[in-house]
């Protein structure tokens, strides 16, 4: 079964502690996987999109890698602004309308 | 650049009552339009999608519809809501042909 698979569910970091977001996945043929950025209250923002394994790509303190099972969201010196929950997505296979979504990690910043 | 509208923001309804919600997508032409839900702690479920006017998928059985009366408007309704109905609905927007989708600011509707 397609599926996506984020951990941890919850993450408690204090303000310049670096850590990673994983993201892992079971569907074959990647076509896309996604990340996004949800702020309580409203609609995800979305940060990247990666293609291929040993993709990377990078905006400000995060950085998302891809292998062939899983993706990566790297934080590095987080900000109390950094707080957010962070959301996966892959392209179904077979479809070019749908994602699979994960749970998300609510990441905390703690200053 | 584009910017996705959705209202409205917050919203309470009686059980048995209708339902209609609103998404405009501005600055893009012909896009491809998503109505989701979340739930509290778990992903996003799509509801319905959308690749032109007057064309509708649904994913998943339920108490709602859909409608696209113009090319950048996305209405999502309900003739009688349910309990199970409350939830955050969502709104998207992708271009034709690519993957990534964006997101309005959403719509919290709470069914009592």
């Known amino acids: 079964e397609d599926q996506v698979t984020q951990s941890p569910e919850a993450l408690r970091l204090q303000e310049g502690e670096s850590s990673s977001l994983n993201c892992s996945y079971t569907?074959?043929?990647?076509?896309?996987l996604f990340w996004y950025r949800q702020d309580p209250g409203k609609g995800p923002e979305f940060l990247f999109t990666?293609?291929?394994?040993?993709e990377e790509k990078e905006k400000e303190r995060l950085k998302a890698t891809l292998t062939k099972k899983e993706s990566f969201l790297h934080i590095t010196a987080p900000k109390p602004e950094d707080s957010a929950t962070y959301l996966c997505?892959?392209?179904?296979?077979?479809?070019?309308?749908?994602?699979?979504w994960g749970a998300g990690t609510k990441l905390i910043i703690k200053p | 650049s584009q910017t996705i509208h959705q209202w409205p923001a917050t919203l309470v309804q009686p059980v048995g009552s209708p339902l209609s919600l609103e998404c405009t997508v501005e600055?893009?032409?012909?896009?491809?339009l998503y109505w989701y839900r979340q739930a509290a702690g778990r992903g996003l479920q799509l509801l319905f999608y959308?690749?032109?006017?007057?064309?509708i998928s649904s994913e998943v059985p339920q108490n709602l519809s859909a409608s696209r009366p113009q090319d950048r408007q996305f209405i999502l309704s309900s003739k009688k809501l349910l309990l199970s109905d409350s939830g955050f609905y969502l709104c998207?927007?992708?271009?034709?042909?690519?993957?990534?989708?964006?997101f309005g600011p959403g719509t919290r509707l709470t069914v009592t």
């Open positions: 959308s690749v032109g006017i007057g064309q």
């Open positions: 990666l293609y291929s394994a040993g």
């Open positions: 569907v074959s043929g990647l076509r896309g």
């Open positions: 998207a927007w992708s271009r034709g042909g690519a993957y990534e989708q964006y």
């Open positions: 997505a892959v392209q179904a296979p077979g479809s070019n309308y749908q994602l699979i």
């Open positions: 600055g893009t032409s012909n896009p491809n």
